[in-house]
């Protein structure tokens, strides 16, 4: 019997925080070794099992998988979370295609100047509601199902409900103007496996807030995840390093 698939990354959210949201969703229990430190990392590579020497990195069915979108595919495809075809999975991608963008700016933000978190939040904003929850409100009303793609639950639905509960985090009202996402919300949210991922003590991780980018063990680590290079998050490391991968 093959053993709970292992995530290697910070205790932060970043780049992983997909994979935790769809293993749950499909009810894989999963363990989690966290690269708190530039040696952690450095043993890694030493062993061979960082294919392109950065993580996110998942063993799981034998294999020590990198490269962000290539894990989260096959955990959607082990566990019939995307589509019944290849139209199916066209549109699932698009979706997920809209989302990531979406959360790759809201995950940066935390990494930013003071100065320039507020223009980006305005931004981030802007962007939900007039590029992003649009489209998916649009699908929803259109078709009338419950999901985004067929009649059964898929990565889309999961990574949308997490982009849209990141957005929430940066504008508690955001969801106000979209009645067809507020419903999808609620009825994703309901979703056993998911409910159980929201509970408290879950391994789902809180949002990088200025304190825990300061504080955490693992602050040299912190990254600027949009533009894929980590950068020094405290005053005794000033070089940016190429430490996390950026898909």
Same mark, same amino acid.
């Given at each position: 019997?093959?053993?709970?698939p292992k995530l290697h990354y910070t205790k932060g959210r970043g780049k992983m925080e997909s994979i935790?949201?769809?293993?749950?969703?499909?009810?894989?229990?999963?363990?989690?070794?966290?690269?708190?430190?530039?040696?952690?990392?450095?043993?890694?590579?030493?062993?061979? %099992?960082?294919?392109?020497?950065?993580?996110?990195?998942?063993? @799981?069915?034998?294999? +020590?998988?990198?490269? &962000?979108?290539a894990i989260l595919s096959y955990i959607a495809g082990k566990y019939n979370l995307y589509g019944k075809?290849?139209?199916?999975? !066209?549109?699932?991608?698009?979706?997920?295609? =809209? &989302?990531?963008?979406?959360?790759?700016?809201?995950?940066?933000? !935390?990494?930013?100047?003071?100065?320039?978190?507020? +223009?980006?939040?305005?931004?981030? @904003?802007?962007?939900?509601?007039?590029?992003?929850?649009?489209?998916?409100?649009?699908?929803?009303?259109?078709? =009338?199902?419950?999901?985004?793609? =067929?009649?059964?639950? /898929?990565?889309?639905?999961?990574?949308?409900?997490?982009?849209?509960?990141? !957005?929430?985090?940066?504008?508690?009202?955001?969801? /106000?103007?979209?009645?067809?996402?507020?419903?999808? +919300? =609620?009825? @994703? $949210?309901?979703?056993? &496996?998911?409910?159980?991922?929201?509970?408290?003590? $879950?391994?789902?991780?809180?949002?990088?807030?200025?304190?825990?980018?300061?504080? $955490?063990?693992?602050?040299?680590?912190?990254? /600027?995840? %949009?533009?894929?290079? &980590?950068?020094?998050?405290?005053?005794?490391?000033s070089k940016k390093n190429p430490m996390i991968g950026r898909m």
């Amino acid at each position: 019997m093959a053993g709970k698939p292992k995530l290697h990354y910070t205790k932060g959210r970043g780049k992983m925080e997909s994979i935790r949201w769809l293993l749950a969703a499909a009810g894989v229990e999963f363990e989690e070794q966290f690269v708190e430190t530039k040696e952690d990392l450095e043993k890694l590579r030493k062993d061979g %099992h960082l294919l392109f020497q950065q993580v996110p990195m998942v063993e @799981i069915d034998g294999m +020590k998988m990198v490269q &962000t979108r290539a894990i989260l595919s096959y955990i959607a495809g082990k566990y019939n979370l995307y589509g019944k075809d290849l139209k199916d999975r !066209a549109l699932i991608d698009m979706y997920v295609e =809209g &989302t990531t963008d979406l959360m790759g700016m809201i995950m940066y933000l !935390a990494f930013q100047p003071p100065d320039a978190k507020e +223009k980006n939040l305005a931004l981030i @904003i802007e962007r939900a509601t007039t590029r992003y929850f649009p489209v998916y409100e649009k699908v929803l009303k259109d078709h =009338g199902q419950e999901f985004l793609v =067929g009649n059964h639950v /898929s990565w889309a639905d999961v990574h949308l409900l997490e982009a849209i509960l990141m !957005a929430e985090e940066c504008k508690p009202d955001i969801l /106000s103007p979209f009645p067809q996402l507020k419903a999808f +919300k =609620g009825r @994703i $949210s309901n979703i056993p &496996t998911i409910k159980k991922f929201l509970q408290p003590g $879950s391994q789902r991780k809180p949002p990088a807030d200025d304190k825990f980018i300061a504080e $955490s063990p693992d602050a040299p680590l912190k990254l /600027s995840e %949009h533009r894929g290079e &980590t950068e020094c998050t405290t005053e005794r490391c000033s070089k940016k390093n190429p430490m996390i991968g950026r898909m």
